[in-house]
């Protein structure tokens, strides 16, 4: 029988030095919660993997019940910091291109109607992320509510525009009731032209 092959890598992201209200020092912390979530990926794959060689993939075995249970929580903390550090720069990049502004306007009439909708979610009481997704059978964007990592993801939806809405995304930069600065931050600090590209 192969061996297992899959294995993921944790990315680097040096380009995210100098971000606007939001220090090196949480990003590196934060980078360190990121890899957690990549070599918990990585583990439970391989272990998952182990118990079905073995016969063991079974409902009925606790263990690999539960560990199923647990891949969208560690897939989803991986792969939802990808686009989050993937989506700032520092400054942010200015004002949005014509096919993201135009995929807004199709969806929320407005380009502000839609940054409105958005920073309102971003600043919801919770632990989880503010994510713009888009449909990619019509194209249109819609802003979700994630809680924790895996409850709310839209199935094949793509995500657009990602923000991490854990305290440790901001705490000790800000007060943990201070969400509403660190909002403002993140925002400063969005490369539309990542996020456009990330569009169908
Ligand atoms: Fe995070």
């Known amino acids: 029988m192969a061996e297992l092959a899959k294995k993921y890598t ?26 957690g979530y990549v070599n918990r990926t990585n583990k439970l794959t391989e272990t998952l993997f182990g118990l079905a060689k073995e016969g063991q993939a079974s409902g009925a075995n606790p263990a690999y019940a539960e560990m199923t249970r647990r891949l969208g929580f560690e897939y989803n903390g991986m792969v939802l910091h990808e686009y989050y550090f993937g989506g700032m720069k520092p400054g942010g990049s200015g004002n949005p291109g014509a096919k993201l502004k ?9 380009w502000d109607v839609y940054l409105a909708d958005l920073k309102a979610v971003a600043a919801m009481p919770g632990i989880g992320w503010a994510v713009t997704y888009q449909d990619p059978s019509n194209g249109w964007l819609s802003t979700h509510w994630i809680t924790l990592h895996e409850i709310n993801n839209i199935a094949g939806f793509r995500p657009i525009v990602v923000m991490d809405a854990w305290e440790h995304a901001f705490v000790p930069d800000y007060k943990p009731f201070e969400r509403a600065k660190y909002v403002e931050a993140y925002f400063s600090n969005i490369d539309w032209a990542a996020a456009e590209s990330r569009l169908k």
């Open 102 to 110: 135009a995929a807004a306007e199709g969806s929320f009439t407005s």
């Open 10 to 35: 944790p990315k680097s992201f040096p380009h995210l030095k100098g971000l606007k209200g939001i220090s090196d020092g949480v990003l590196e912390s934060h980078f360190k919660l990121y890899e």
